[in-house]
């Protein structure tokens, strides 16, 4: 087992995330169980101890969040113009952190104060665009709209904000102690409902007749997750210490056979990412204790929904059956966020391609400056274009699949559906695993490295399907046109001979 990752800054993030764990205890029986103090106080409680872990896990680069938070506050303060103050935000908030990448970023994956800035940093745009939005809304111009649905108690829909944020409670919300550090995002509209307690007053629940079950049900599945969160971290300690990027640069790696080559890319590119499911489930947890994940009734179960602000989704990621599946399961909040404030903001430009591939750069920028991003998230943007033109080739396998899944219950179709299920999960991840070799090597020498030693076979095969579909389409075309003209002389020669 590899335990040298548990050593230096790793150790110092661990110990900074499990404090988390005593603050959300003593916010939950204080604040919540007792209902004593006021907003205010609840507001400096979070802020104070948020702070304590910042200034355990920052050191002395720890004024950092504090300039970026005042900068925003005094943007909110005196910038009238919606749209200048989204503008205003993102050149102060994004400028910050570009520079501070520019400026202190290494050669590796840094994890020091430039890791809970980059969360700050969307939080505080985030923050400063709802607010925008509130007053297009009071204004009477048109926010943003969505087509799309969505669940639980603060959908993006109902993310803009009419009054304007107070510096207390924006101190509470980017220190928040569940989440300062590594993330989730979530929107100021649920901290603001969570600190006045107002998210616990539904429809279904109260907190007056509802407590107890609330508490109980918390803490349940508060365990839960935190076991999850210790099960993801012990199988990347483990599995880490056999699978790693960095053996792809080596020479007993290019001694391996082609076909062991792929399955050790494949085993790599899948459980390097059990490292932020861990970490992320245990920050889930503490919001889960601290209540803050509390997403309604569920009404089959009568039990409550503890979901509102994960960010992975581990059944779905283990199992899922395309890209779509992936990215829903994986950092889902953050993916939300650029979905929501960046994805849908370029929705004027009529072509989802140019929203996609802004918001892919985006999030390639957002990361750092190093090349493995970009080739990361690129090649993200033609996995989805390789998923469909596979859909459109084999549509005639796919429906019968769906049509028979729900009625078909014989034993020769289960069968049939699970080596269908299995392939597709196999391809999905082989998809993933590739491109995640330069997320996770970050530079170019290293990368080229890696790369050369698989042959490039992805790239290889992305641009053969392509261009295979490109072919295939213009001979089908020409195939049917030819029919179409065949078609139409026929009519023709028929009214002639009538």
Same mark, same amino acid.
């Given at each position: 087992m590899?335990?040298?990752i548990? &050593?230096g800054?790793?150790? &110092?993030?661990?110990?900074?995330?499990?404090?988390g764990?005593?603050?959300?205890i !003593?916010?939950?029986?204080?604040?919540?169980?007792?209902r004593?103090?006021?907003?205010?106080q609840r507001?400096?409680?979070t802020?104070?101890s948020?702070?304590i872990?910042s200034l355990l896990?920052?050191?002395?680069?720890?004024?950092?969040?504090?300039?970026?938070?005042?900068?925003?506050?005094?943007?909110?303060q005196?910038?009238?113009?919606?749209?200048?103050i989204?503008?205003?935000?993102?050149?102060?908030?994004?400028?910050?952190?570009?520079?501070?990448?520019y400026?202190?970023?290494?050669?590796?994956?840094d994890?020091?104060?430039?890791t809970?800035?980059?969360i700050?940093c969307? #939080?505080?745009?985030?923050?400063s665009?709802?607010y925008?939005?509130?007053? %297009?809304?009071? /204004?009477?111009?048109?926010a943003p709209?969505s087509r799309?649905?969505?669940?639980?108690?603060?959908p993006?829909?109902q993310?803009a904000?009419?009054?304007k944020?107070?510096? $207390?409670?924006m101190f509470?919300y980017?220190y928040? =102690?569940?989440s300062s550090i590594?993330?989730p995002?979530?929107?100021?509209?649920r901290y603001?409902?969570? $600190?006045?307690?107002?998210?616990?007053e539904?429809k279904?629940?109260s907190?007056d007749k509802?407590l107890?079950?609330l508490? /109980?049900s918390?803490?349940?599945?508060s365990i839960?997750h935190?076991? &999850?969160? !210790?099960?993801?971290?012990?199988?990347f300690?483990?599995?880490?210490h =056999?699978?790693?990027?960095?053996?792809?640069l080596?020479?007993?790696?290019?001694?391996l056979?082609?076909?062991r080559?792929?399955i050790?890319?494949?085993v790599?590119?899948?459980?390097v990412?059990?490292k932020?499911l861990?970490?992320w489930?245990?920050?889930?947890s503490?919001?889960?204790?601290?209540?803050?994940q509390?997403?309604g009734? *569920?009404?089959?179960?009568?039990d409550?929904?503890?979901n509102a602000?994960?960010n992975?989704?581990?059944k779905?990621f283990?199992?899922?059956?395309?890209?779509?599946?992936?990215?829903?399961s =994986?950092?889902?909040?953050?993916?939300?966020?650029s979905?929501?404030?960046?994805?849908? #903001?370029f929705a004027f430009?009529?072509?989802?391609?140019?929203?996609?591939?802004?918001?892919?750069?985006?999030?390639?920028?957002?990361?750092?400056?190093h090349?493995?991003?970009p080739?990361?998230?690129y090649?993200?943007?033609?996995?989805f274009?390789i998923?469909?033109?596979n859909?459109?080739?084999?549509?005639?396998?796919?429906?019968?699949?769906? #049509?028979?899944?729900?009625?078909?219950?014989?034993?020769?179709?289960?069968?049939?559906?699970?080596i269908?299920?299995? !392939?597709c999960?196999?391809l999905?991840?082989?998809?993933t695993?590739?491109?995640l070799l330069?997320? /996770?090597l970050l530079?170019?020498d290293?990368?080229k490295?890696? =790369? *050369?030693?698989?042959?490039?076979?992805?790239?290889?095969?992305?641009?053969?399907?392509?261009?295979?579909n490109? $072919?295939a389409?213009?001979i089908?075309g020409?195939?049917? %046109?030819?029919?179409?003209?065949q078609?139409?002389?026929?009519?023709?020669?028929?009214? &002639? *001979?009538e």
């Amino acid at each position: 087992m590899n335990l040298d990752i548990l &050593k230096g800054s790793i150790a &110092k993030l661990m110990i900074s995330l499990l404090m988390g764990f005593p603050f959300s205890i !003593v916010y939950r029986i204080v604040f919540i169980k007792k209902r004593k103090g006021n907003i205010f106080q609840r507001n400096l409680y979070t802020f104070i101890s948020g702070f304590i872990m910042s200034l355990l896990f920052n050191g002395k680069d720890v004024y950092h969040p504090f300039v970026t938070l005042i900068g925003t506050y005094l943007i909110l303060q005196y910038i009238k113009n919606p749209t200048h103050i989204t503008i205003a935000s993102w050149v102060f908030n994004f400028s910050y952190l570009l520079i501070s990448y520019y400026l202190y970023s290494s050669t590796e994956y840094d994890l020091n104060w430039l890791t809970p800035q980059s969360i700050i940093c969307l #939080r505080l745009i985030g923050l400063s665009m709802d607010y925008a939005d509130g007053l %297009k809304k009071s /204004d009477g111009k048109s926010a943003p709209k969505s087509r799309t649905v969505y669940a639980g108690l603060t959908p993006p829909t109902q993310w803009a904000i009419a009054e304007k944020p107070e510096l $207390i409670e924006m101190f509470g919300y980017c220190y928040f =102690y569940g989440s300062s550090i590594v993330g989730p995002q979530f929107s100021f509209r649920r901290y603001r409902k969570f $600190i006045s307690l107002e998210l616990f007053e539904t429809k279904d629940t109260s907190l007056d007749k509802d407590l107890d079950k609330l508490l /109980d049900s918390s803490f349940k599945h508060s365990i839960l997750h935190l076991l &999850k969160g !210790v099960l993801y971290n012990g199988v990347f300690l483990v599995v880490s210490h =056999y699978f790693n990027s960095l053996f792809l640069l080596t020479k007993e790696f290019t001694q391996l056979s082609p076909i062991r080559k792929f399955i050790y890319v494949w085993v790599t590119g899948k459980f390097v990412l059990f490292k932020y499911l861990g970490v992320w489930m245990l920050v889930e947890s503490q919001c889960i204790i601290n209540m803050l994940q509390f997403d309604g009734l *569920n009404p089959k179960t009568k039990d409550y929904y503890w979901n509102a602000i994960n960010n992975v989704d581990g059944k779905k990621f283990n199992t899922a059956f395309n890209f779509g599946d992936l990215v829903a399961s =994986y950092n889902i909040k953050t993916n939300l966020w650029s979905k929501h404030y960046v994805y849908k #903001r370029f929705a004027f430009l009529g072509n989802k391609h140019y929203s996609s591939l802004i918001n892919l750069t985006f999030l390639s920028i957002w990361h750092g400056f190093h090349i493995g991003y970009p080739l990361s998230f690129y090649f993200e943007y033609f996995s989805f274009i390789i998923q469909g033109i596979n859909q459109y080739w084999f549509r005639p396998l796919n429906e019968y699949m769906s #049509r028979n899944l729900e009625t078909n219950k014989t034993i020769s179709f289960k069968i049939q559906y699970t080596i269908y299920h299995i !392939v597709c999960t196999a391809l999905t991840f082989a998809g993933t695993a590739y491109p995640l070799l330069a997320f /996770d090597l970050l530079t170019w020498d290293k990368i080229k490295v890696a =790369y *050369n030693n698989v042959y490039w076979i992805g790239h290889i095969i992305t641009a053969a399907i392509i261009g295979a579909n490109f $072919i295939a389409l213009k001979i089908k075309g020409s195939h049917k %046109k030819a029919k179409k003209i065949q078609t139409n002389e026929k009519v023709e020669n028929d009214k &002639k *001979n009538e």
